[in-house]
């Protein structure tokens, strides 16, 4: 095609247009850019978003608008057709017939259009008139793109400018070339932040897809892994998409415009066969885009779906979706999750019983836990199930087989008989209180441990219990419709009824537990609530129902919304709290990174156990409970280093600090013992306190044997547990077995027996126990509620935090480091002094040094002498002075946060200590005169001598030591003269300007 016939043609006809609409347009490679007609038409100053160039072969005009305006809509506002797009819309055939230009099909009606028109969203949307511009353009941002393995591919400048009438922003791309530097030009398609997105992908996270770099670094703060594109809206290809293949769940999180919705579909789109497993479509609840989701104060689970486009919103949705493992439970009989929390947990009924609490997918702050673990547990569940039970049926056999022989040797004596009948008497009616209980309470709030040990029972004592056989009858449905198993009571055999279910009851057993949890929670709530008398009882039925609302949909949002109603209802602002915390700690263990508003900031931040406990204005664990039994080990040490001559003062400190939190009477226990140990290190004693819950060893136990049961119940229903010589492990299993079985007796115990413990330590250990059985092995942070296991977390979670701080700013400086313009390996020769720097840094964000101590340290200084030595350029030298300085502010605010921290949990155990220690009494006072009298008495001396003592101690008003205590005077300087100087200068003065010299 010749130049000449190129402006002639369809070229001519769209420039024309555009020229005298939008004005002259600017070259940008192989396209000519202009200000689009469709969303840049208001006049004002825009960064041209949509192109045109001539396709020669096909001799014919491309137009396209990279924001994703519509070719037909572009063309209808420059009063165009399709056929003007083509040089020879209409020509004549070589016999004499007239060929028409190709017939253009109406525009099909896309899932993005029907999403644009439900939410009322311009085509157009007019930008404000800035006027002129008043500040050059600055660069305030730069996002780098990296390949897989974290080489950088190119950046994306972000620069903004000021105008008389606000800011405006343009956005440029730059390719890395190791061996020119930088080059002003585009890159391959890369997704931002490939290297993290993999990662998330591996691990089966959610990612999120943002528009922006901005709003996905936002979305990182928060938590999540997500990513976005170069080059707008309209810029996402299928090289984009391929890297997500595989992902467990893909959210796509839309601008609220309609370039915004049309890249969401496209997004969509090319995310076809690519092993997917959800795609979710979301906008912000508030605002544009994400960013001002959360600046809103909003949390991530109330990000709103998109109607025509979210795959999951009601009628909406495009097909039919497959069925779900819950439906496929349902059909089978098995109650849903849904179900279960349309049982209320108190007496009063929530009439809002439609709402059911969404226990997986997106709307909920608690990520279902799925790794492979949950899997093999799946596989395994109903047989699991089947041998459990089968276990304790062949014991409850056992139990009535022995009580039929006891019987016919009672019958041998009256007396025996007599005692045989009142003990079956006593078993029997424990037996039938504890099934009433269990049954009044529901089945379903049990976990599988309990309720094998209830069809023990049932089944030992159904021969002579009319109750006991009900319950076996009632267990023998419920057990069917768990866990896919049929009990014969009769032949006291187990089969699996349903084993293709096995996977879905599996995750109905696992949303159980998340759910009960959630019911004991309640139920906490609820006491506290119906235990204060100044709330009306009208004023107790709503709160206990927006308890009941709250636990339907348990949330950071909905939390917040149930603390301002207790408190409008007039709650004591200790029991608000208490509330709270149950809430995280029981309900929703560790916040699961749940977000809650700040209103007064307009921000979130994450809900925590040990926030909430900080709360409290005293410790809701009696220190001297906890720490009892840490007493103990600490008398045995002293002890230990008594009878080895080694130093005590440690041990002594600790003891000390230890005992000032105990009670009065307490206190005199053990400093007694400690006396006792002083007076004769060889002899043994017994623990004070042997009963008390040692909490660090209880914490381990149960971590180790959460960690131990999916292995050991994984060797259960295998025929045989092969080691890697491909022979039976039978001892090794064995012993893993009694290893894990010890473990759940010794938590048994604890619970029903340990001292020291609050009710709400029992119900979480509970809680765990029962989500171990529903193959939920993810023990919560916080396993405890003393003052001591929190200010524990807190410390570890600020070390993280400052870990994962520095780590990051050492990453960008690794990435400053390595441009063209500084020496190769300059990185690696200073790699000592950075690592000092973020040593120091490390030790500033968690807290343990001030910043005063950091630059004195001046490790900054020694790294920055040596890339001054190496020969980097200045202004680089400049960039790493920058980022280190904002690094170690960054740290340190860290810092003080974790001192801050810390020190609310020192001031409260120091508080304890101070209120338990009595006031020393006055020497000169009749009641330390008294006291003196009754311990000489108690030494057995005689009348006279007390009298006497007595005599010479009324004549004193303070210690007679004190007499003898020097305090000691300021210390003199040393002399600087020698002896006889001053007279000498003052009586041989000399003349002149030598006077008074000596001379």
Known sequence: MTTTAHQQGSWET???????????GKPAGEWVKYCCPVHEADSGRHNPSLGIKYLSDAQRTKVRCFAGCDDVQILDTLGLKVRDLYDTPITRSSGGGRRTAPRVRPRQITRADRAIDAAGLPLAQPKKDLGQQVSAWTQVAT????????????????????????????????????????????????????????????????VYVCEGEKDVLTAEKAGLAATTNAGGAGSWTPEHARWLRGAAEVVIVVDRDAPGYRRADKVMTSLKGLGIGQVRVVQAATGKDLTDHINAGHAIDELDPVPFLDPLTGAHTEAAPARSAEQLANSAGVVSPAQLMAEPTTQFTPTDGGNSMSQSGFFQDV??????????????????????????????????????????????????????????????????????????????????????????????????????????????????????????????????????LSQQLAKVERDRASVNRVHTAEDRMVSIVAADPGIAESAKR????????????????????????????????????????????????????????????????????????????????????EIKPRIDDMLTKYQDRLRHSVDVTSVTEALTAAVNLLPEDEQALARQRGKDIRADPSIEHKKLWPDHVDRDQLDVVVRTYAAMAPQVEAMAVQDSVLGPDGQAEGAGAERLRTQAAKHRRSIEHTIANGKGLHPLEVDQLRAVLADIDAGITDVPEQLFADDRSAAALDAERSDQIAHDTAAYHRRQLDEILSTGAVPADTARHANAEIASVFDAQTQLAAGRTSLGDYEERGADGKLLAHLAAAGIPEGVHNRVKHHIDHAAGESAIAGKQA?????????????????????????????????????????????????????????????????????PGKQKRARTTAPGSGVYRSTHRGRGDQRGYGK
């Open 14 to 24: 769209l420039t024309a247009a555009l020229e005298q609409k939008m004005g002259p």
């Open 143 to 206: 996002y780098p793109y990296m390949r897989e393995n974290g080489e950088v591919a190119g950046e994306i400048l972000r620069k903004e400018a000021r105008f008389e009438h606000g800011h405006n922003k343009r956005f440029t791309q730059q390719r890395w070339d190791p061996q020119t530097g930088w080059q002003p030009e585009g890159f391959e398609p890369l997704p931002f932040q490939l290297p993290q997105l993999l990662a998330a992908i591996e691990a089966g996270e959610s």
């Open 367 to 500: 990520p279902p836990q799925h790794d492979d673990t949950v899997d093999r547990y799946g596989q395994h569940f109903s047989r699991l199930a089947q041998q459990v039970l089968q276990t304790m049926i062949a014991f409850a056999q056992l139990m009535a087989e022995r009580r039929r022989q006891e019987e016919i040797a009672a019958t041998k004596s009256q007396e025996a008989q007599r005692e045989y009948e009142a003990r079956i008497a006593i078993e029997q009616k424990a037996v039938e209180t504890r099934l009433a209980k269990m049954s009044e309470e529901g089945w379903d709030r049990f976990s599988r441990s309990e309720i094998a040990a209830a069809v023990r029972d049932a089944t030992a004592w159904s021969d002579q219990s009319d109750a006991a056989r009900s319950a076996m009858h009632d267990l023998s449905g419920h057990v069917q419709q768990r866990y896919g198993v049929y009990i014969d009571p009769d032949g006291g055999h187990v089969t699996v009824d349903a084993p293709e």
């Open 542 to 625: 709503g709160l206990y129902e927006d308890i009941n609302s709250w636990g339907r949909q348990p949330s950071g949002r909905g939390l917040e919304a149930l603390s301002k109603k207790v408190t409008a209802a007039g709650l004591n602002e200790k029991d608000r709290n208490k509330i709270r915390f149950i809430a995280v700690y029981i309900g929703v263990p560790g916040g699961r990174n749940a977000l809650m508003p700040i209103d007064d900031l307009g921000a979130v931040a994450a809900l925590s156990a040990t926030n909430e406990l900080r709360k409290t204005a005293q410790p809701l664990v009696d220190p001297a409970e």
């Open 899 to 967: 001192r801050r921290i810390q020190n609310q949990w020192t001031d409260r155990r120091e508080l304890v200590a101070a209120n338990r220690t009595p006031e020393p009494v006055p020497y000169d006072s009749t009641a330390r005169r008294e006291a003196t009298e009754a311990r000489l008495r108690a030494a057995g001396l005689s009348e006279r001598v007390i009298t006497g003592r007595m005599a010479v101690d009324a004549g004193h008003a303070t210690p007679p030591q004190d007499a003898v205590k020097a305090t």
